[in-house]
């Protein structure tokens, strides 16, 4: 038998190295820095990523390494600064990670002991690569007048889509009885979930499913004591919590207000978390994602995570935009404005941003759509 060709076989996906858990922590962290050091502080993990560089870099070089890329990281933490490096710089890293990578395939090294804040600071252009070759992300080239930073990163749907869940998954991991069901009313009508009010079986108004077994025994063994027939009349059923159709609208901030801090980082994470569960739990509701400053931005999957905070903020010409869009939806109707604050300037001429912001919130309630801030 011909022995399996090992040069033949195809490397293994950091995915399938690091595992889908780390990997979502790693493209979270991307989006937020301060993650991975929380998640660090944790876990606590073993190995020294600086360790194996100093086996190939001295140790001036990789402090330098290390100032040039926290002080990126810190002002533009989209910048892919490999050009700042020399080539002799690049191969000597490179030779690390793959030393890194080949130590994972082999067990050396697990990767809940690799600190997810080391493995960005040290690695950030490998790992980036990784995922760009896997989908999750891509490099983009920036505008001309910031040419001199030669490209940015940017999420794809997909890497999105690992970071939404994520999101989530932080989100409710503390929560302990409580839940996340469809959304249902008080009043009874037509739904899937029973209440407490029980009525008359009605074969034109009520599923089979919708008996109550032990309630029709009982009415049965009262009605029927000799036989236990099963007649019509002996049917109880549970008249089922109104289940109501919503069209929602998220806002997103994006003005210049909300570089300051870790506020354009919030509105994503908060933005990301919504549209997920939305689209998770409730599937059958429509559902909209804009971005605006003093312009309007309809996202799409895939987008959310790439907005970059610029312009001023016209709250008011949201609000009226997502009416626009709920106008024409019948059921509930909901706008989830995510903002830091004030607005300051406008598109409705006669009107200060307050006013113009104002009028259109008053809009909002004269037409029964509900506006969560």
């Not at 994972?104 to 600190?115: A, H, R, T, Y």
């Not at 059921?331 to 006013?355: A, C, E, R, W």
């Amino acid at each position: 038998m011909k022995p399996e060709c090992k040069l033949c076989e195809a490397p293994k996906t950091l995915t399938q190295l690091m595992g889908r858990d780390n990997l979502e922590s790693l493209l979270y962290s991307l989006l937020n820095p301060g993650y991975a050091h929380a998640k660090d502080r944790d876990r606590k993990p073993r190995f020294n990523l600086r360790s194996l560089l100093e086996k190939f870099l001295d140790e001036a070089e990789l402090d330098d390494y290390v100032f040039k890329q926290g002080l990126y990281m810190k002002q533009y933490p989209r910048v892919i600064c490999s050009w700042a490096y020399d080539e002799g710089f690049r191969r000597a890293k490179e030779k690390a990670w793959r030393e890194l990578l080949e130590k994972l395939e082999k067990g050396e090294v697990e990767p809940g002991d690799i600190p997810l804040h080391q493995l960005i600071e040290y690695f950030h252009e490998e790992l980036l690569a990784a995922l760009e070759q896997e989908g999750y992300v891509k490099q983009e080239r920036v505008s001309r007048s910031f040419s001199h930073f030669m490209h940015v990163l940017l999420f794809t749907a997909q890497g999105e889509e690992l970071i939404a869940e994520k999101v989530l998954e932080e989100a409710f991991k503390d929560l302990r009885a409580a839940g996340v069901g469809p959304h249902e009313a008080e009043e009874v009508g037509v739904g899937l979930t029973p209440s407490s009010t029980l009525t008359e079986f009605d074969e034109y108004k009520h599923t089979f499913d919708m008996l109550d077994v032990g309630e029709t025994l009982i009415n049965a063994a009262i009605k029927h004591s000799d036989t236990l027939d099963l007649t019509d009349d002996v049917l109880k059923a549970r008249v089922p919590y109104h289940k109501s159709r919503a069209s929602n609208v998220i806002l997103i901030d994006k003005s210049g207000s909300m570089s300051m801090g870790c506020r354009i980082v919030g509105a994503v994470e908060a933005a990301l978390g919504l549209r997920r569960l939305l689209e998770s739990e409730y599937r059958d509701d429509k559902l909209w994602v804009v971005a605006y400053d003093h312009n309007l931005y309809p996202l799409e999957p895939g987008e959310i995570a790439n907005i970059w905070p610029y312009g001023w903020t016209d709250i008011g010409q949201a609000l009226d935009y997502a009416r626009q869009l709920l106008s024409k939806e019948d059921g509930s109707k909901n706008i989830f404005l995510i903002t830091d604050g004030q607005p300051t300037t406008t598109s409705n001429p006669g009107q200060t941003p307050l006013q113009s912001a104002l009028r259109a919130s008053t809009m909002l309630r004269e037409e029964g759509i509900r506006l969560n801030i």
